[in-house]
């Protein structure tokens, strides 16, 4: 993961982006490919969004992930921690049934 971070960042500063890779422009980044991301799904069943669009799926999903990991480094939040926890709080709120 810190591998990532360092290409991301590095090809960030790279182009000068930087000053405009605030948290509030980078929340709204992550919101806008993510509904770039739905527009894939827009009026198709799943299966025929998956067969027309697979390519621009993977790199929608990657752009999303991208801008979340720019938040989470320029917040210094550990994303794998914060899910490993989410998961045992999800965990408690929503038992397994047996």
Do not use: C
Not at 21 to 35: F, M, P, V, Y
Not at 83 to 90: G, R
């Amino acid at each position: 993961m810190k591998e990532l971070i360092k290409k991301i960042t590095e090809f960030r500063d790279e182009r000068g982006w930087a000053e405009y890779h605030n948290e509030k422009d980078l929340a709204i980044s992550i919101s806008l490919e993510a509904n770039e991301l739905l527009e894939n799904f827009q009026w198709k069943t799943s299966e025929d969004a998956v067969t027309e669009s697979m390519q621009n799926i993977k790199e929608e999903m990657a752009d999303v992930f991208i801008y979340l990991l720019q938040l989470a480094d320029k917040l210094n939040i550990d994303l794998e921690e914060e899910a490993f926890k989410k998961m045992e709080k999800n965990a408690i709120k929503y038992p397994a049934k047996k």
